[in-house]
């Protein structure tokens, strides 16, 4: 059964960091690439980032600059270094894994909660 | 990048009716295109990809029609659990992939 489960999120101030992972099981994460996606309370859905199974990145002009995407296919892990958070980055930040041969998303976690407020 | 709008922005339909939602993409996404469900707190789930093809275990009163530029999604009778948050999704072109902004299907 895949599994993704994100975990890191935590309230941090504005111009501040966070990492946010998302430990995937249940599917040999080296052979798909993975994304974050987020959600700002009572809004709808943005992919912010995508990592190819080859290690390419992709960002959104929202992030592009400050976000930075990684995986370590040894501890089948996804990450997401946020710098200079910003009020806007406030979401629930869901990793999604595109398994079905377009980018398009099967398998989703629950998501992890990062607030940027002062 | 390729915006999403989805109409009607609020659906209300009485369970056993017949839902329909519209997806337009501002330039061609071939048919490039997934739907969504979502339910309070919960992570959306995959309901439509390639347009027209149902994900694994959804059921058929699910259906996808379209290509290019205009998509929809059609709910045959709906069921009480069907109450939810729809979205779409282009896939066809990076940067970034775009979801619509949602409609609400809500019990009349």
């Known amino acids: 059964e895949v599994q993704l489960l994100e975990s890191g999120g935590n309230l941090v101030q504005p111009g501040g960091s966070l990492r946010v992972s998302c430990a995937a099981s249940g599917f040999t994460f080296s052979n798909y690439a993975m994304s974050w996606v987020r959600q700002a309370p009572g809004k709808g859905l943005e992919c912010v980032s995508g990592i190819t199974s080859d290690g390419r990145a992709f960002y959104a002009d929202s992030v592009k600059g400050r976000f930075t995407i990684s995986r370590d296919n040894s501890k089948n892990t996804l990450y997401l270094q946020m710098n200079s958070l910003r009020v806007e980055d406030t979401a629930l930040y869901y990793c999604?894994?595109?398994?079905?041969?377009?980018?398009?998303?099967?398998?989703w976690g629950q998501g992890t909660l990062v607030t940027v407020s002062s | 990048e390729i915006v999403m709008t989805q109409s009607p922005v609020t659906l209300s339909v009485s369970p056993g009716e017949r839902a329909t939602l519209s997806c337009r993409a501002s330039q061609s996404v071939s048919n490039n295109l997934a739907w969504y469900q979502q339910k309070p707190g919960q992570a959306p789930r995959l309901l439509i990809y390639?347009?027209?093809t149902r994900a694994t275990g959804i059921p058929a009163r699910f259906s996808g029609s379209g290509s290019g530029t205009e998509f929809t999604l059609t709910i045959s009778s709906l069921q009480s659990e069907d109450f939810a948050v729809y979205y779409c999704q282009q896939y066809n072109k990076w940067p970034p992939w775009t979801f619509g902004q949602g409609t609400k299907v809500e019990i009349k």
């Open positions: 999604a894994s595109p398994q079905g041969g377009g980018y398009y998303f099967d398998y």
């Open positions: 390639g347009a027209s």
